[in-house]
T-cell receptor, first 110, second 115 residues
Framework: RKEVEQDPGPFNVPEGATVAFNCTYSNSASQSFFWYRQDCRKEPKLLMSVYSSGNEDGRFTAQLNRASQYISLLIRDSKLSDSATYLC???????????WGAGTKLIIKP | GAGVSQSPRYKVAKRGQDVALRCDPISGHVSLFWYQQALGQGPEFLTYFQNEAQLDKSGLPSDRFFAERPEGSVSTLKIQRTQQEDSAVYLC?????????????FGEGSRLTVL
């Protein structure tokens, strides 16, 4: 089983809709969680960190469920520019290494 | 520029050729990572430097891969006797602190194609 699993998609979503996707992880020692965004043929960029209590940044909401070992990303009022691959990333507290999911591809259609 | 710079952006090599990929991190960033990203996959860790010290090279796939950061700034990833399975995008990332940070700043990558 992979350490980090994501539905590869693609998720085809009409503009303005709300979309959510999850990422499951196997290492219960994982302490820090992040969502990165990667546009086609571009480098990954940090979208947001995920905090235990959940956090929001504009149209984006991230949640962490430690009991079930998953994190989620919800995008409200989706824009065409949200089309990208969203990568789930974990970090064990004792280790600088980041463990990356393969990403979920999101396509927002007009 | 202020970001992480990588060169070359694209490299086509014949099987068996040696290649060198360069990374110029953000000035003052202590940590530098090399990742390999295959199409449709997330980045796979190759190696990690803290200043000039290579603290982890566990992700290097074979002894054909070698990385250095002699002065704690620019880093070079060298691949000897390239094979077709080496074809991938090689991403360099840097961060200010050594640990406990999830924010890495990536370069645009070097896309290597081995024929």
């Amino acid at each position: 089983r992979k350490e980090v699993e994501q539905d590869p998609g693609p998720f085809n979503v009409p503009e303005g809709a709300t979309v959510a996707f999850n990422c499951t992880y196997s290492n219960s020692a994982s302490q820090s969680f992040f969502w990165y965004r990667q546009d086609c043929r571009k480098e990954p960029k940090l979208l947001m960190s995920v905090y235990s209590s959940g956090n929001e940044d504009g149209r984006f909401t991230a949640q962490l469920n430690r009991a079930s070992q998953y994190i989620s990303l919800l995008i409200r009022d989706s824009k065409l520019s949200d089309s990208a691959t969203y990568l789930c990333v974990l970090q064990a507290d004792s280790n600088y290494q980041l463990i990356w999911g393969a990403g979920t591809k999101l396509i927002i259609k007009p | 520029g202020a970001g992480v710079s990588q060169s070359p952006r694209y490299k086509v090599a014949k099987r068996g050729q040696d290649v060198a990929l360069r990374c110029d991190p953000i000035s003052g960033h202590v940590s530098l990572f090399w990742y390999q990203q295959a199409l449709g996959q997330g980045p796979e860790f190759l190696t990690y430097f803290q200043n000039e010290a290579q603290l982890d090279k566990s992700g290097l796939p074979s002894d054909r891969f070698f990385a250095e950061r002699p002065e704690g700034s620019v880093s070079t990833l060298k691949i000897q006797r390239t094979q077709q399975e080496d074809s991938a995008v090689y991403l360099c990332a840097s961060s200010f602190m050594g640990r406990d940070t999830g924010e890495l700043f990536f370069g645009e990558g070097s896309r290597l194609t081995v024929l």
